[in-house]
Nanobody
């Protein structure tokens, strides 16, 4: 059974940092891509970042470029999202998801989400 479990969310002041973790079980990362998404109240879900295991490429939405970094630890089957210089508009529930195509295009499995709240 494929499972994704996010952790690392919390409350932080603007300008602070958090590191989110997405621990996967039931599959290995070699053949999958892992994306991070977020959804704020009243807003649509937004893809924030993705890392493709097929070629190591990464993607970031413009609003987080230069502030967020996605990385993976294959030995731990875990993907991280390092979030620096956080802004109140980053407040959302953050989800990780697995793309079985490995191309950061379509996501088959989702975690339960972790809340990130940035105070001004």
């Amino acid at each position: 059974e494929v499972q994704l479990v996010e952790s690392g969310g919390g409350l932080v002041q603007a300008g602070g940092s958090l590191r989110l973790s997405c621990a996967a079980s039931g599959f290995t990362f070699d053949d999958y891509a892992i994306g991070w998404f977020r959804q704020a109240p009243g807003k649509e879900r937004e893809r924030v970042s993705c890392i493709s295991r097929s070629d190591g490429s990464t993607y970031y939405v413009d609003s987080v470029k230069g502030r967020f970094t996605i990385s993976s630890d294959n030995a731990k089957n875990t993907v991280y999202l390092q979030m620096n210089s956080l802004k109140p508009e980053d407040t959302a529930v953050y989800y990780c998801a697995a793309d079985t195509t490995g191309a950061c295009t379509s996501y088959d499995y989702w975690g339960q989400g972790t809340q990130v709240t940035v105070s001004s």
